[in-house]
């Protein structure tokens, strides 16, 4: 069975892995991707987005803009993590093709209409684009088999003390997804720290040819970040695992729980409050990824970037 999916994201390291295990994956039908304002500014986390599809040969993927602030708070981008161009390391031509006219709203709603079956939608940027869609098309629930999100955490932040980067970019979309009714697959820090990328990785995938190069490249930049920030020489591959959960839900455990986003506060802005031991009467509204199987992780990832150059 072939899962259509669509991906919204901010490349962004991560992402661009995330895309790349995306179009190695027979069982999945990647029906478009669309970008928002996050690790970079749109026009960037756009023009990476078309790079990374042109380099892997599939052009073909149709890519709509969306979103070029959060829906209430300031536009902040991650070049500290991700670098000036957010796809900083390799030397990637800029792209040739262009975004389709269409906003990444459209694009997504048309999409979902369309699909002969439920379409599973994958967000690993701030959740902009996707609460615009539910404020847009309020039926649009109907076609979505799911929302796998990469985002949150319940015990940690990366931006903040108290939050990670795609919620706290823009919490109240999150807290609009979450709200939202629609089965949801939280795939949070907790899970994506536990499973990272060494360099022996990268040096398999080095070898692999032209697309294992540039995932080589990514982790040389990706990972000073994460010495610098940890003091390890690994790094999390986040975006990616959340694809890899859609392709195999057993690499991931997750709990059926309560999350609330916290919009209120300065202190813990975009925390996802996640109700781990039943503390309140709230009902759970989304699958809590709790613990990942990283070795399994790394035998599905690493063979199918490089399957990617082998054809
Ligand atoms: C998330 O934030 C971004 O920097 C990454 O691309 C990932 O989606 C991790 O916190
Ligand atoms: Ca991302």
Redesign the pocket.
């Known amino acids: 069975m072939i899962t259509p999916i669509l991906i919204d994201c901010?490349p962004?390291?991560?992402?661009a892995i995330a895309i790349l295990l995306a179009l190695a994956s027979p069982e999945l039908e990647l029906l478009g991707v669309t970008t928002v304002s996050?690790?970079q500014t749109l026009e960037k986390t756009t023009a990476n987005t078309l790079r990374v599809l042109e380099l892997a040969g599939r052009a073909d993927v149709a890519v709509a803009a969306g979103a070029g602030r959060p829906l209430l708070r300031e536009r902040f981008v991650?070049d500290y993590?991700?670098g000036k161009t957010g796809l900083d390391g390799p030397a990637l031509p800029p792209p040739r093709g262009a975004a389709v006219p269409e906003h990444a709203v459209d694009f997504l709603a048309a999409r979902i209409a369309e699909a002969d079956e439920r379409v599973t939608l994958i967000p690993?940027?701030p959740l902009t684009n996707v609460a615009l869609l539910l404020a847009r098309y309020p039926e649009i629930g109907d076609g979505i088999e799911r929302i796998v999100l990469?985002?949150g955490a319940i015990a940690e932040g990366?931006?903040t003390p108290a939050a990670?980067?795609?919620i706290w970019a823009d919490p109240e979309a999150a807290a609009r997804v979450f709200a939202s009714g629609i089965d949801v697959t939280m795939i949070g820090?907790d899970v994506?720290h536990a499973a990272r990328m060494t360099r022996e990785h990268a040096e398999r995938l080095r070898a692999a040819g032209a697309v294992g190069t540039f995932v080589a490249e990514l982790f040389d930049f990706f990972s000073l970040f994460h010495l610098r920030q940890y003091g390890i020489d690994s790094s999390p591959i986040?975006?990616a695992v959340a694809v890899a959960h859609v392709l195999d839900p057993t690499l991931v455990a997750t709990e059926r729980r309560n999350v609330e986003v916290e919009t209120q506060s300065e202190l813990c802005r975009g925390r996802t409050v996640v109700d781990l031991w039943r503390r309140t009467e709230r009902e759970p509204n989304a699958h809590v990824g709790v613990g990942i199987d990283a070795e399994r992780f790394f035998d599905l990832l690493l063979p199918r970037l490089e399957s990617l150059d082998a054809g």
């Open positions: 901010d962004g390291h991560d992402d996050g690790n991650a993590v991700h690993v940027g990469m985002g990366n931006v990670e980067f795609n820090l994506t986040h975006d």
